[in-house]
């Protein structure tokens, strides 16, 4: 059984050799537990490297559309194709690195930290670039295609490993649910990091829009032309200070990550003569039951609150009013919700993961249809955003949290294959990923349809309706589908436990193994 042949995968009991492991039991659980304890530096320096994928994705997510139609002053049909295709091609992206990473071998560093090292430095590059309007007009719309996906495929090289080294800083699960907690509080912090730092500098530069709303496309680039020149140029400075600050962001993140984390092996795989194929771990994946009901209520979820981020800030421009104060809006959502992780992981601890998910993502439907309801209110729409980030928070972190739980179901399920992680993580981030895009693509077409006016002051009745349908409504029904599929996930807190015991055996099993085969006089010492 510790070679990983011929055996049953029964019992957790069954694969414990006795003769062994009941002499030997308690020191070699102490050591390993000794061996698998996070010091509060390593957690940091893990969670720390979460910060530029929240930082940047935070950047595009909430202003990559309005800049698009406001400053480059992209058409609203050529601003869905690029947001569409880029999503889409991010969601790709994923699947095809998770491929590329089973597939490549253990180094010194590990497995997964020489594609962080490697995509860092091109991908700040490319992002740079992405907030470049350039002085060409006819290809504009190929040259933020063509930037867009490259930064996505280059961060996903980043933020696939890093996703999948959750399952490889500690075999612990107290201690991977630990660091996660910290993962997500920074994450999040990194989410506030990333709306000040675009918000704020953004903001000292206001961008010039026409007062006729209903004026012809002559009319509007003559305004462009003579009025609002240096305005807009300003505005696009200020774009690219900020995409410079976010890059230096990116990193010196990066840099601690590497130099604060090291990767660790399972003992059982260890013992593996051949990796998994690709294509039969893919089909292993997702046939497991677990995991497709996770993903599948993740992705109602995850897109009510994508499509709230894409049109937030069109939504407050416009809709709201505020056309001054989204930034400071998005700064109050973002703090709350790092404020509440803590929280929210206490409460998960305590009550379980699934009444987290049921509470936590719920709680954001009635501050939605608040919004829905309410007039144009600048001190009840912080009350509520400060309040929507607390649901922004679970929502968070527990995807995340989730993840390893459905990987440890598995690993006791098909207890001699090894290498899925990036496979797991990956085709999750794909689904959800590719989703927003069609979402994205979706509702930036639309306010072309209802008659979007490039840099207008104001917006015709339709475009404004259309876009709190966006924000309110819509999410709304997705977060009630969503919470429907949860009820079918079978991991509860019971069945979790069961899990933590049944895989700590089979690691002392593999532990114990490894060491008679290696160092017997060691293993007698310790007897």
Request: net charge neutral; hydrophobic share 45%; glycine share 6%.
């Amino acid at each position: 059984m510790a070679k990983g042949e011929g055996a049953e995968s029964g019992s957790a009991a069954g694969l414990l050799p006795t003769g062994i492991l009941q002499a030997g039991e308690r020191p070699v659980q102490k050591e390993s537990k000794k061996k698998n304890q996070l010091s509060i530096c390593n957690k940091l320096c893990y969670a720390v490297g979460g910060t530029p994928y929240q930082v940047t994705g935070c950047a595009l997510g909430f202003f990559l559309q309005i800049y698009l139609l406001d400053v480059a002053q992209v058409d609203p049909f050529s601003a869905s194709i690029i947001l569409f295709v880029g999503r889409a091609w991010d969601a790709i992206t994923d699947p095809l690195v998770g491929f590329c990473i089973s597939k490549s071998p253990w180094t010194r560093l590990g497995r997964l930290m020489p594609w962080i090292i490697f995509s860092t430095p091109l991908a700040i590059i490319a992002y740079f670039l992405i907030w470049f309007v350039p002085d060409f007009q006819q290809g504009q719309t190929l040259w933020y295609l063509l930037f867009y996906c490259l930064f996505e495929t280059l961060v996903t090289c980043f933020h696939v490993p890093y996703s999948a080294l959750t399952m490889f800083i500690s075999t612990e699960q107290s201690e991977r649910d630990s660091a996660t907690a910290y993962r997500m509080t920074v994450e999040v912090l990194g989410t506030v990091l990333g709306t000040a730092i675009q918000g704020q500098i953004v903001g000292q530069a206001h961008t010039p829009c026409v007062q006729d709303a209903n004026a012809s496309t002559v009319a509007l680039e003559g305004v462009n032309r003579t009025q609002s020149t240096t305005s807009l140029r300003e505005t696009q400075n200020a774009y690219l200070l900020a995409a410079g600050v976010i890059a230096s962001i990116y990193v010196i993140c990066a840099v601690i990550l590497t130099l604060g984390v090291r990767e660790q092996r399972e003992p059982y795989e260890t013992q593996q003569a051949k990796p998994m194929p690709f294509f039969r771990g893919l089909r292993l994946v997702m046939s497991h039951g677990p995991y497709i009901k996770l993903i599948a209520g993740f992705l109602f979820t995850s897109l009510a609150f994508m499509l709230v981020e894409g049109n937030f800030a069109l939504f407050c421009t416009y809709t709201l009013g505020f056309r001054n104060e989204f930034q400071n809006l998005l700064l109050a959502i973002m703090f709350s919700a790092t404020v509440t992780i803590p929280i929210w992981q206490w409460f998960l601890t305590r009550f379980g993961k699934k009444m987290a998910v049921y509470i936590g993502i719920s709680s954001a439907v009635p501050f939605l249809i608040l919004v829905a309801l309410m007039e144009s209110n600048l001190i009840v729409t912080y009350v509520v955003a400060v309040a929507a980030g607390i649901s922004v928070a679970a929502a968070f972190l527990l995807p995340w949290s989730m993840l390893p739980d459905v990987i440890d179901d598995f690993h006791l399920k098909q207890p001699h294959i090894h290498g899925t992680e990036p496979i797991f993580f990956s085709f999750y981030v794909f689904f959800t990923k590719f989703a927003s895009g069609v979402s994205l693509g979706i509702s930036t077409l639309s306010l072309d349809f209802t008659g979007y006016q490039t840099r207008g002051c104001s917006q015709p009745a339709r475009v404004k309706f259309t876009l709190k349908m966006l924000v309110t409504m819509a999410p709304i029904v997705l977060i009630l589908i969503g919470l429907l599929l949860f009820k079918l996930y079978p991991i509860d807190e019971e069945k979790r436990r069961q899990n933590k015991k049944a895989l700590q055996a089979l690691r002392e099993e593999a532990s114990s193994s490894g060491c008679s085969d290696t160092d017997s006089t060691e293993l007698a010492r310790i007897l």
